[in-house]
């Protein structure tokens, strides 16, 4: 069964910066594109920013110059750093990954659970 964690969220005042943390576990053979995924309250999930397993990145236009995505693959992880915050970048952050579970298998796109990050004076 393959698991993700998000943490590192929570309430920062605007122009501050947050590091958020994804750790992927389970049964594991291979990780290709991980990515950040953000839903406002009444809105759609939305896209942050995406890496590929080769550090190729890309990212949102509102989140171009401010966030910063990262992935160690040892560790099966993916952090977002996300500095110069503002209020309209509140929302539940989710993290995924597309990946396959053992050789044969193919591939497929898991979630975790989401952190709130809220960004308010």
């Known amino acids: 069964q393959v698991q993700l964690v998000e943490s590192g969220g929570g309430l920062v005042q605007p122009g501050g910066s947050l590091r958020l943390s994804c750790a992927a576990s389970?049964?594991?053979?291979?990780?290709?594109?991980m990515g950040w995924y953000r839903q406002a309250p009444r809105k759609e999930r939305e896209l942050v920013a995406i890496i590929t397993s080769d550090g190729s990145t890309n990212y949102a236009d509102p989140v171009k110059g401010r966030f910063t995505i990262s992935r160690d693959n040892a560790k099966k992880m993916v952090y977002l750093q996300m500095n110069s915050l503002k209020p309209e970048d509140t929302a539940v952050y989710y993290c995924?990954?597309?990946?396959?579970?053992?050789?044969?298998?193919?591939?497929?796109?898991?979630w975790g659970q989401g952190t709130q990050v809220t960004v308010s004076s």
């Open positions: 995924d990954a597309d990946l396959q579970r053992w050789a044969l298998d193919s591939r497929g796109k898991y």
């Open positions: 389970g049964i594991i053979f291979r990780i290709y594109g």
